[in-house]
């Protein structure tokens, strides 16, 4: 008995070492089972590629329901009729280009391509009111999207010169003299030759006061930063139409971005054409099957749902609370928080129209309007949020949606890949020769493309933000039943006796139409309509 015990007492440390050794062990694995579900809601594991389950269910399964119309909805795409409207660029009194010019103008553009755009327009029209000699502008590297890209890898610059060589002197680069005057030379030190402080939407006396002494006295000023720098108001007409004659007759982008463009355009209209693969060069002649091929129309939408506009509007998009801190992260880490739109709910952020609308949300929108699954639709966007997870509803309602990515080979598209300002100029190209351009969201990109498509003469479709956002009752309505409505300055009047339900407003021979939508009911409809309505809409709470 006294042998037992004594082993007893002699094994049992062992004991004790080897189970807590073995503890030891699986603590790690025990730890990471218990805290596994909460790691998934960490914004740090957060997936933007997620699938999310459709915020609009209900609408999505009415959408998908919708049946193929057999002709093309003609009020929709069919072109503007002639208003009488005619371009005006031509000066009718413009002084000539004097001999002798006061100095030269250096402007450094920072934004995104459309934003560069405008400050190329801006930086033309303060040349002429200094009479300065303009040195091409300079592009910034984008802090987002880090692309390098200069004036001349995006614009034909010869192009540029020779268009408006009768109203600014416009020079490539600076001579000698002033070879010192560089985005180095002012990063380093404050310098005399810059003007730091222009202000947003400064008047053309503005310039005269504050620019022109310094042209004078150096010969050279640098204007930086330089983007919005100029007012759209109170600018003598010469000015104005100066600043058009860049934007639509002087802005040219390179030779390859062009064909690249219009081997897509191509590809958009002649599909059947386009099933066998074709390189650029094969698009230098028509063949005999592209003559016989009707050209079929198509739908350009600018979704401008990045994952910087999801972070920068503090919107909700579906993702839970783990998208929402994810969101809250990036923008600490891009703005350090200071974002005016975190201030608010989402809900106030909607009801003010500051949510861009998702690409589930266009979707429904372009459904609700009357485009159809066999609508050939191309996605202008460069990166989407979420990625293909967030595009699945788009591309479910429109299966016939294209993008460069899908339309161009890897070989097309070696000269543009990982260049944002050229994948935008590509987009911007396509979008300009389409039907029908649809802009998800305000933004450089959306005005741009309006006011070029404006001045041909073209569609655009423009979703009111606010009223896009509300959400309204169903309820039945009599078999093809259709009511005459009519605008009475910014208000939509519906007769009393309309019942508040859904219905497809269509724009006809300059009248607007409410009309039943035969297996569709959306509990909002929004558009920008070309018939000289600025926006209609219809919903039950008007």
């Given at each position: ?16 070492e ?22 998934h ?9 997620n ?54 103008l ?17 930086a ?18 984008n ?18 010169i ?11 680069e ?9 985005r ?72 390859h ?25 094969d ?96 996605l ?97 309505v ?19 006796l ?45």
């Amino acid at each position: 008995m006294m042998r037992f015990q004594h082993q007893n007492y002699y094994y049992q440390p062992l004991r004790r070492e080897a189970i807590a050794g073995l503890f030891m062990l699986l603590f790690p694995v025990c730890l990471l089972c218990v805290f596994a579900p909460f790691s998934h809601a960490s914004p740090s594991k957060f997936s933007e590629s997620n699938a999310l389950k459709p915020r609009h269910l209900p609408l999505l399964k009415s959408a998908l329901q919708r049946e193929s119309s057999n002709g093309e909805p003609s009020d929709l795409r069919a072109p503007l009729a002639d208003q009488g409207w005619r371009p005006c660029l031509a000066p009718v009194n413009a002084p000539s280009l004097p001999q002798k010019s006061e100095g030269y103008l250096q402007v450094f553009l920072d934004g995104g391509l459309n934003q560069q755009r405008m400050g190329i327009c801006d930086a033309v029209a303060v040349a002429k009111i200094l009479n300065a000699t303009l040195v091409i502008p300079h592009l910034e590297v984008n802090p987002v999207w880090q692309d390098s890209s200069s004036f001349m890898d995006i614009f034909d610059v010869d192009h540029f010169i020779n268009v408006l060589k009768d109203d600014v002197t416009i020079v490539k680069e600076l001579p000698d003299e002033f070879s010192w005057s560089t985005r180095e030379y002012y990063a380093i030190a404050i310098r005399a030759t810059r003007i730091k402080r222009a202000p947003v939407h400064a008047s053309a006396n503005w310039y005269l006061e504050n620019v022109s002494p310094v042209l004078k006295s150096y010969g050279i000023a640098a204007i930086s930063p330089f983007s919005h720098r100029l007012s759209f108001d109170n600018l003598p007409s010469e000015i104005q139409k100066l600043r058009c004659k860049v934007n639509f007759k002087a802005l040219v982008f390179v030779p390859h971005i062009r064909a690249l463009g219009d081997a897509l355009v191509h590809r958009l209209r002649y599909p059947l054409a386009e099933s066998q693969a074709h390189t650029i060069d094969d698009l230098s002649g028509n063949t005999d099957r592209n003559d016989k091929q009707r050209p079929q129309k198509f739908v350009v939408v600018h979704l401008r749902f990045d994952k910087d506009m999801a972070a920068h509007s503090a919107c909700d998009f579906g993702g839970g609370k783990a998208e929402k801190l994810a969101l809250a992260k990036y923008r600490q880490t891009l703005w350090g928080g200071r974002v005016l739109n975190s201030q608010f709910t989402d809900e106030e952020l909607r009801s003010q129209g500051r949510c861009p609308l998702t690409p589930e949300e266009i979707g429904l929108l372009l459904a609700a309007l009357g485009f159809d699954n066999s609508t050939r639709l191309y996605l202008a966007s460069h990166k989407v949020y979420g990625g293909e997870a967030r595009i699945s509803t788009l591309r479910e309602l429109f299966p016939m949606m294209e993008s460069k990515k899908s339309l161009a080979s890897s070989e097309e598209r070696v000269r543009i890949k990982g260049k944002a300002s050229l994948l935008a100029a590509v987009d911007y190209y396509v979008g300009l020769h389409s039907d029908i351009f649809v802009s998800a969201s305000p933004g450089n990109m959306h005005n741009a493309l309006m006011g070029h498509r404006t001045f041909e003469n073209m569609k655009t479709i423009r979703p009111n933000m606010a009223l896009a956002s509300k959400q309204t009752r169903a309820t039945a309505v009599e078999e093809n039943e259709t009511v005459h409505i009519y605008i009475s300055g910014s208000r939509l009047h519906v007769p009393s006796l309309i019942p508040k339900s859904h219905f497809i407003v269509r724009c006809i021979d300059r009248s607007i139409y409410i009309e039943k939508g035969a297996n569709i009911k959306f509990p909002w409809i929004v558009l920008r309509m070309d018939c000289g309505v600025e926006y209609a809409a219809f919903d039950s709470s008007l």
